[in-house]
């Protein structure tokens, strides 16, 4: 079975641009959750989704979006990007209705921002 | 709001050494407890968990106890070998309403030489 997969791998972007970096979780898994992991920060919580709902959201600016499509594969988008944007960006999949505690990663789009 | 604290290290060790990584936390209700890890280039992956007090996680060599008294879910191995060398992070899934995410600490850098 195929893992988490995350795509770009890289990107590189400059400020003012949006940008937007897509999950496709693991067959069968409907829960996918973003977060963001930084050296200062560490690992942070963005949102989760579970069958096209946000059922939850962290302490991000609105600049900050995410969405699900009805195959589970979800999208986040990043407008008028900051230089403190640039971080590893991390995607989990669960296959939990109401639970996240078994979180599958991808390995993550890593963010420049310059 | 939910919170964990961990060694931030770096931590070196010499192979086959006595390893402990310290992990409070701070929580309302019942959280459920994690150590993640994370090896170079790569996402995040479960290591052990707990999910009420006294409870052992253990897999791989490695353990924790869920010890409520002391909040505490501190991560042992008996002997490391080089291939653990990685970052990892303790976790908390919050009960309740915020049941949908993980509060991860900061990550501890471990290195183990030959």
């Known amino acids: 079975k195929a893992g988490v997969t995350q795509t770009p791998r890289y990107l590189i972007k400059t400020r003012g641009q949006q940008v937007t970096l897509s999950c496709s979780p693991i067959?069968?898994?409907?829960?996918v959750s973003w977060y963001q992991q930084t050296p200062g920060q560490g690992l942070q919580f963005l949102f989760e989704?579970?069958?096209?709902?946000?059922?939850n959201k962290g302490n991000f600016p609105g600049r900050f979006s995410g969405r699900q499509f009805s195959n589970s594969r979800s999208e986040m988008n990043v407008s008028t990007l900051e230089l403190g944007d640039s971080a590893l960006y991390l995607c989990?999949?669960?296959?939990?209705?109401?639970?996240?505690?078994?979180?599958?990663f991808g390995s993550g789009t890593q963010l420049s921002v310059l | 709001g939910d919170s964990v604290t961990q060694m931030e290290g770096p931590v070196t060790l010499s192979e086959e050494a006595f390893l402990t990584i310290n992990c409070t936390y701070t929580?309302?209700?019942?959280?459920?407890l994690f150590w993640y890890v994370q090896y170079p280039g790569e996402g995040l992956q479960l290591l052990l968990k707990?999910?009420?007090?006294?409870d052992k996680g253990s897999n791989k060599g490695f353990e924790a106890t869920y010890r409520k008294e002391t909040t505490s879910f501190h991560l042992e191995k008996g002997s490391v070998q080089v291939s653990d060398s990685a970052v990892y992070f303790c976790?908390?899934?919050?009960?309740?309403?915020?049941?949908?995410?993980?509060?991860f600490g900061k990550g501890t850098l471990l290195t183990v030489n030959p």
């Open positions: 989704y579970f069958s096209e709902t946000q059922r």
């Open positions: 707990a999910t009420k007090a006294d």
């Open positions: 989990a999949s669960s296959p939990e209705a109401a639970t996240n505690e078994k979180l599958f």
């Open positions: 067959s069968g898994h409907r829960s």
């Open positions: 929580a309302t209700g019942y959280p459920s």
């Open positions: 976790a908390l899934n919050g009960s309740g309403g915020s049941n949908y995410k993980l509060t």
